[in-house]
């Protein structure tokens, strides 16, 4: 995801997005990418998963306050209802995000 498509995908839809916020350089974020691919599976489509590059959207960074990564933020009806930082597993990951859905 973009700066440039964000808006578009939080505010213009019904569906929770949950995304998750890390950097090419971050190895617990490199660690849970398989992870949260197989959460994508397991979620979608009641639910849609994004990413956001926080060394190349690092307005998007700044406007969510991110300050560890891997972060997990949950968006719901335009707002963020919920966010966790830290990597997590497939199970953890979707447990968390239909707990706060």
């Given at each position: 995801m973009t700066a440039a498509n964000f808006d578009?995908?939080?505010?213009?839809?019904?569906?929770?997005?949950?995304?998750?916020?890390?950097a090419a350089w971050c190895g617990p974020c490199r660690m849970m990418a398989p992870a949260f691919a197989q959460a994508a599976g397991l979620l979608e489509p009641t639910m849609r998963l994004g990413k956001i590059d926080t060394e190349a959207q690092t307005d998007l960074s700044e406007q969510f306050?991110?300050?560890?990564i891997p972060t997990l933020i949950l968006f719901k009806d335009g707002r963020e209802v919920a966010r966790q930082a830290g990597a997590m597993t497939t199970q953890d990951i979707v447990r968390w995000a239909k707990s706060h859905a």
């Open positions: 578009k995908h939080v505010r213009r839809s019904d569906i929770p997005l949950l995304v998750d916020f890390w306050q991110i300050r560890s």
